[in-house]
C-alpha cells in the first residue's frame, strides 16, 4: 500500500465544497415537492404518496448498484471523478424539470422526473462520499476530512432555509417561487464546486491495481463482524432521528403551542448550532475515538428527547433549550459515521475483499434510507392508532401519543444504537494495526480489472 500525503486545508475546503449544494438538493424532495404538486400541480395525494414511496425504493436499489460500479471503473482520472462529473449535468437538469414543471402535467411527468433525479442524486452522491474515504487511510484525518465535508452540508441547510426567507422577506411566497430559489442557488454552486474539487484535489486511488471476485468481496461484507455492528446501530440511531423529526412539529404545534414559523427558527437555530460546533466534534473524536463520541451523542440525544416531554407549554425558553441541546448532539451522528465507514472498509480489505469504499458507502447509505422510510410508516400510523388525530383538537390519548412515540420511541431506538456503538472493537489503536498490516501485502482494489465471476 503506498504512502499517502496528508490533504491540505484548502484541499479539503475544496473538497467539502460540493457537499453544500448537494445539503440543499435535500430539501425540496422532504418539505416542498409533496404540497408542490398536490396544490399548484393538482396532482392526487395518494397518486404522489405512491409514486415517491416507488421513488424512495428506487434510490435505495441504485445505491449499492452505483456504489459497486464506481469501485470498478477504471480511467486516467481515477474512480470516483468520471461519476462526479458525468452526474452532475444530468442533475442540475432534473432538479429544474422536477422544481419548474410546465403548467399542466401529470403524475407520469413527477414519476419519471424524481425518477431521473434519484438515479443523477446517487451517481455524484456515493462516488463523492467514497472519494472522501480514500483521501486518508490515517484514523484521525478521516475525522477531518468528515468534519470539513459536514459542515459544508450544515451550511447547505442553512443556505436553503435562510435564503427564501430573504429573498421573500415581508411578502409570502408560492411553493414555485420558493423552489426557483433552490434551482438558481444550486444551478450556480454546484457546477462551480464540483470545478473546483475535481481539478484540485486528488484521486488518491487513481493508480491502486485491483483483482478481486465477487465471491471474495461478499465473503469479506459477511465475515466483517464490526461493519454488520455499524449498520445495525447506526440504523437504530437514525431511525430514532427521523421518528422524532416526523413528529416534532406535531409536538410543537399541538403539544406546546408554538407556531410553523416557530419551527421554522428552531431548525435554523439547531443547524447554525451544529455547524459550529462540528470543529469541537471533530477533535473529541480525535481525542476519544469515533465511536465512543457517536455512542455518547446518541445517549445525550436520547435524554433531550425524554427532558422535552416535561416541557411547558407556550414556554420558548424550553424549546430553545432542546434545539440547542439537539444541535450539540445530533451533529455528531451526521458527521461522524462515514468516516467509520472509511476504516471499515480497510478491515474489509485485509479480510480479501478488497478496496471497496463505494460498495461500503451505498451499504451505510442504504440503511439511512431504510430508517428514513420506515421512521414515517412507523410514526404516524402508530400515533393515529393510539389517539392522535392532527385535524382534531388535542384529546388526553393524543397528548400521549405524541409523547410516547415522538420522544420516548426515538429515545428508546437511540439508547440501543448506542449500546451496540459502545461495543464496537475498532479503535484508532485497531485500525493502525490494520493499516500496519495492509502495508506488508498487495491488497486488492476496484481498478485493476473487471471483477470476475469466480
Known amino acids: 500500500m503506498r504512502k499517502q500525503t496528508p490533504p491540505t486545508v484548502g484541499r479539503l ?67 470516483r471523478k468520471p461519476w462526479i462529473a458525468l452526474g452532475s449535468l444530468p442533475l442540475l437538469v432534473a432538479t429544474y424539470f422536477l422544481l419548474q414543471p410546465p403548467p399542466k402535467v401529470t403524475s407520469t411527468y413527477l414519476m419519471i422526473t424524481i425518477f431521473v433525479f434519484y438515479l443523477a442524486w446517487t451517481m455524484v452522491q456515493i462516488p463523492y462520499l467514497s472519494w472522501g474515504a480514500e483521501l486518508s487511510t490515517d484514523y484521525r484525518t478521516r475525522n477531518r476530512v468528515v ?18 426567507t430573504l429573498v421573500f422577506f415581508g411578502r409570502e411566497p408560492s411553493i414555485r417561487e420558493i423552489l426557483l430559489v433552490f434551482v438558481i442557488t444550486v444551478s450556480i454552486l454546484l457546477p462551480i464546486t464540483v470545478f473546483m474539487a475535481l481539478k484540485s484535489v486528488p484521486d488518491q486511488a487513481a493508480d491502486i491495481p485491483q483483482k478481486i471476485s465477487l465471491n471474495n468481496a461478499f465473503k469479506s461484507l459477511v465475515s466483517n463482524k464490526p461493519l454488520m455492528q455499524f449498520i445495525a446501530s447506526t440504523f437504530l440511531m437514525w431511525l430514532g432521528v427521523y421518528i422524532l423529526n416526523a413528529s416534532i412539529i406535531f409536538i410543537l404545534e399541538k403539544l406546546l403551542n408554538f407556531s410553523g414559523l416557530d419551527f421554522l427558527k428552531m431548525v435554523f437555530l439547531q443547524f447554525l448550532i451544529g455547524t459550529l460546533v462540528t470543529p469541537v466534534i471533530v477533535k473529541l473524536a480525535n481525542r476519544f475515538g469515533k465511536h465512543q463520541v457517536l455512542a455518547g451523542a446518541a445517549i445525550l440525544t436520547a435524554a433531550s428527547c425524554c427532558a422535552l416531554s416535561f416541557a411547558r407549554p407556550s414556554q420558548p425558553t424550553d424549546v430553545v433549550l432542546f434545539f440547542v441541546a439537539i444541535g450539540f448532539f445530533i451533529t455528531p451522528i451526521w458527521v461522524l459515521p462515514t468516516a467509520l465507514v472509511a476504516d471499515l472498509v480497510d478491515l474489509g480489505a485485509l479480510l480479501g475483499g478488497g478496496k471497496k469504499e463505494g460498495l461500503y458507502m451505498a451499504l451505510y447509505n442504504l440503511a439511512l434510507k431504510l430508517a428514513v422510510a420506515a421512521s414515517v410508516g412507523i410514526a404516524l400510523p402508530l400515533m393515529s392508532r393510539l389517539g392522535f388525530d392532527p385535524s382534531q383538537a388535542l384529546t388526553v390519548s393524543g397528548q400521549h401519543a405524541l409523547t410516547l412515540v415522538g420522544l420516548y420511541l426515538p429515545a428508546i431506538l437511540l439508547a440501543i444504537g448506542s449500546v451496540l456503538m459502545f461495543r464496537y472493537p475498532l479503535d484508532a489503536k485497531t485500525h493502525a494495526q490494520i493499516v500496519s498490516d495492509l502495508a506488508t501485502i498487495r491488497v486488492p482494489t476496484s481498478t485493476d480489472s473487471m471483477v470476475s465471476s469466480e
Not at 460540493?18 to 445539503?23: D, G, I
Not at 409514486?51 to 434510490?59: E, H
Not at 468534519?147 to 427564501?164: D, H, K
Open 13 to 79: 475546503i475544496l473538497y467539502a465544497g460540493p457537499a453544500l449544494p448537494m445539503s440543499m438538493l435535500l430539501m425540496p424532495p422532504i418539505f416542498y415537492i409533496p404540497p408542490f404538486y398536490a396544490t399548484e400541480m393538482n396532482i392526487s395525494m395518494t397518486a404522489i404518496g405512491f409514486i415517491f414511496f416507488l421513488a424512495r425504493f428506487w434510490d435505495a436499489l441504485i445505491d449499492p448498484l452505483i456504489g459497486s460500479m464506481s469501485d470498478q471503473t477504471r480511467s486516467r482520472w481515477g474512480r
Open 147 to 164: 468534519g470539513y465535508r459536514e459542515t459544508g452540508t450544515l451550511i447547505g441547510i442553512l443556505v436553503a432555509t435562510g435564503v427564501p
